[in-house]
C-alpha cells in the first residue's frame, strides 16, 4: 500500500515552526511584513491572494495589500515597487500573476528587488539557485522538496525524472533536486518515449498541466510520485496530472490532489518571508 505523502499536515508543521520563529523575532524586535500586489480583479487571483493574506495573518506576518485597477499602467506598477523597494520595513513584495496584458511580467518581475523576492521569480534568484548561491526558491517546487524530506524519501543518488519544464515548477524543481544530489531527467512535450523514460524513475514528479495523464503505464513499480497539476473535473472534483486510483496501488509514494503539493506553496511563501528578513540583515 502507497504511503500517502500528506502536504495539509506537512505544510501545518511548517507554518507552526514559522509561527514560533515569527514570534521570537518579534520579542527581538522584528517584524516580518509581506507588501502583496494584485492587479485587476481575475477571481482565481483573488481566491489566492486572500489564502496569502490569511497565511500571513496566522504565521504572524504583516500583510500590506495593494489592489490595483485593471486598467493600472506598467509605470504605475513599476513605481509602486521601486517604493516598496526602498521601504525597509517591506520584508518581501509579491505581485500576484497573470497581469493584465499590457502590463510586462518579465519587467515587472525584474523590477523586484532580489532581496525581496519572495516568490523566487527574478532572473538573479533563478541564477543563484544554478549555481548553488543561497537565495529565493520558486516555492512550489521548494515545496515538494520539503514533502520528500519530511517523508522520509531519500533524493542523494535517485533516479529523479520531472516532467514539465516551466520557469515556475519544471526547471527550478530540477535544479533543486540535483542541488539534492538526485539523478536527474527534465522531460516535456518534445521528449520521445516518455513512458520508458518515467519508467526509470525513483522520483517522479508530473509538472505537465494534463489531468490525469501519467498512468501506471509510466511508473516503476516502488517509485514515489509527485503530483503538481491541478485540474477541475466536469463533476467539480479536483484531480491532478497523475490517474491517482491507476498509479497509487503501484507506487511506495504519492502526493494527493488535493492535499498533497498545493498546501505547500503557500507554506513555503511563508518560509520565504520570514528568510528574508534574515537576509536582509545579512
Ligand atoms: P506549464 O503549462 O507552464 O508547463 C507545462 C509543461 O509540461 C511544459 O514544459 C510542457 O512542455 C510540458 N508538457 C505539456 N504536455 C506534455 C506532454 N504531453 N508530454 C510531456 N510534457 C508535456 O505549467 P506549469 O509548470 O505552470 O504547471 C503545471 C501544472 O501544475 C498545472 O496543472 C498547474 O495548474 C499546476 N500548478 C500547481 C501549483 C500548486 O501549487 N499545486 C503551482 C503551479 C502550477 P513544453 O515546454 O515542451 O511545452
Known amino acids: 500500500m502507497a504511503q500517502i505523502i500528506d502536504g495539509k499536515a506537512i505544510s501545518a508543521q511548517i507554518k507552526e515552526e514559522l509561527k514560533d520563529r515569527v514570534s521570537q523575532m518579534k520579542a527581538e524586535g522584528r517584524e516580518v511584513t509581506l507588501a502583496v500586489i494584485q492587479v485587476g480583479s481575475d477571481p482565481a487571483s483573488t481566491v489566492y491572494v486572500g489564502n496569502k493574506k490569511k497565511a500571513c495573518g496566522y504565521v504572524g506576518i504583516r500583510s500590506l495589500s495593494y489592489e490595483l485597477p485593471e486598467e493600472t499602467t506598467e509605470e504605475k506598477l513599476l513605481g509602486l515597487i521601486e517604493e516598496l523597494n526602498g521601504r525597509t520595513d517591506v520584508n518581501g513584495i509579491l505581485v500576484q500573476l497573470p497581469l493584465p496584458k499590457h502590463i510586462s511580467e518579465d519587467k515587472v518581475i525584474g523590477a523586484i528587488c532580489p532581496e525581496k523576492d519572495v516568490d523566487g521569480f527574478h532572473p538573479q534568484s533563478v ?38 519544464r516551466s520557469n515556475i515548477v519544471g526547471k527550478p524543481m530540477a535544479l533543486l533536486l ?45 517509485a514515489a510520485v509527485i503530483d503538481v497539476g491541478i485540474h477541475r473535473m466536469e463533476n467539480n472534483k ?31 511563501l511563508m518560509n520565504n518571508c520570514v528568510e528574508s528578513v534574515e537576509l536582509q540583515a545579512k
Request: hydrophobic share 40%.
Open 127 to 164: 541564477g543563484k539557485l544554478c549555481i548553488g548561491q543561497p537565495g529565493f526558491v520558486s516555492c512550489t517546487p521548494a515545496g515538494i522538496i520539503q514533502l520528500l524530506k519530511r517523508s522520509g524519501i531519500e533524493i542523494a543518488g535517485k533516479e529523479c525524472v520531472v516532467v514539465g
Open 238 to 268: 479536483l484531480c491532478g496530472d497523475v490517474d491517482y486510483e491507476d498509479v497509487a496501488p503501484v507506487c511506495s509514494a504519492i502526493t494527493p490532489v488535493p492535499g498533497g503539493v498545493g498546501p505547500m506553496t503557500i507554506a513555503m
Open 178 to 222: 540535483l542541488r539534492e544530489n538526485g539523478t536527474v531527467t527534465v522531460a516535456h512535450s518534445k521528449t520521445e518515449d516518455l513512458k520508458s523514460i518515467c519508467r526509470r524513475a525513483d522520483i517522479l514528479v508530473a509538472a505537465v498541466g494534463r489531468p490525469k495523464m501519467i498512468t501506471r503505464e509510466y511508473v516503476k513499480e516502488g
